[in-house]
């Protein structure tokens, strides 16, 4: 599988371009799939629900499935946070995973930047960032800048700077 991230500082924009992403990256005839990094507290399940009440009392994994779906739920416990490669082991095979957030983590971005959030850039400090999602032109030394309405051009960088996983 190849994969490339959207790395940026949270109110930049990566969710709303990610949505925008997938229907252009499918529209060119891929598949896509996503893994996003959440906040600690993150929960995709619910006090109450019997999938709540499995991992309340102590279940490893708790798979609910419907006619639509399933999902797939994995306690750490004591165990450290998996990291991107493990997590990126898990998904079904795909054309490509974008992934959103891990910022921090070694693999190939493209940085999407704001300049109404009035954060700093994250190129200068990362060089893994291959390309530049903004509405605001990067300073000079940056790598290449696309405009953040710019979906096809971002799918282009996408695919140019998408890594097969090791």
Same mark, same amino acid.
């Given at each position: 599988m190849r994969f490339i991230g959207l790395a940026g500082w949270s109110g930049a924009g990566k969710t709303t371009l990610l949505t925008r992403l997938i229907p252009e =990256?499918?529209?060119?005839? =891929?598949?896509?799939?996503t893994l996003k990094h959440a906040h600690h507290a993150f929960d995709v399940d619910t006090p109450g629900k019997d999938s709540w009440e499995h991992r309340a009392a102590g279940a490893a994994q708790v798979l609910v499935a419907s006619a639509k779906r399933w999902a797939l739920m994995t306690?750490?416990?004591d165990a450290p946070e998996p990291g991107l490669r493990e997590l990126l082991a898990q998904l079904n095979p795909v054309d490509l995973v974008v992934i959103e957030g891990f910022k921090?983590?070694?693999?190939?971005?493209?940085?999407?930047?704001?300049?109404?959030?009035?954060?700093?850039? =994250?190129?200068?400090?990362?060089?893994?960032?291959?390309?530049?999602?903004?509405?605001?032109?990067?300073?000079a030394g940056a790598p290449p800048w696309v405009a953040l309405d710019d979906i096809p051009a971002i799918a282009d960088a996408a695919l140019r700077l998408a890594v097969a996983q090791v």
């Open positions: =990256l499918r529209r060119r005839g =891929l598949s896509v799939s306690e750490h416990r921090r983590e070694a693999h190939p971005k493209i940085e999407v930047h704001r300049a109404a959030n009035g954060k700093p850039w =994250l190129h200068p400090e990362d060089a893994r960032i291959g390309a530049v999602a903004s509405d605001v032109a990067p300073p």
